[in-house]
């Protein structure tokens, strides 16, 4: 059982920079991939990055590559993405999610936290 609170979004200018957390319960944090999606109105919800339970590797969505950066720590229980230049398009509700080693989807899910990109 996993539960997942994100926090760390807000207002900031294009350009600026924010970093979202995700603090994760479960005594297996070590063992779930962690993901990071994003969504805003009237659109699906988007890929941003995973970070791997192995720490192996890491994957980001072509429009955050360059800019974002995802990672984790397992003694806290807790993963971040580090958001930089941040363009008004980044603006949603971005979510953190887990999958766990043995599953093929992300099973739990956040509540999400607003990020609003001014121009």
């Known amino acids: 059982q996993m539960q997942l609170v994100e926090s760390g979004g807000g207002l900031v200018q294009a350009g600026g920079s924010l970093r979202l957390s995700c603090a994760a319960s479960g005594r297996t944090f070590s063992s779930y991939t962690m993901g990071w999606f994003r969504q805003t109105p009237g659109k699906e919800r988007e890929f941003v990055a995973f970070i791997s339970w192995s720490l192996g590797s890491a994957r980001f969505a072509d429009s955050v590559k360059g800019r974002f950066t995802i990672s984790r720590d397992n003694a806290k229980n807790t993963v971040y993405l580090q958001m930089n230049s941040l363009k008004p398009e980044d603006t949603a509700v971005y979510y953190c999610?887990?999958?766990?080693?043995?599953?093929?989807?992300?099973?739990?899910w956040g509540r999400g936290t607003q990020v609003t990109v001014s121009s």
């Open positions: 999610a887990a999958k766990d080693r043995n599953r093929p989807d992300y099973d739990y």
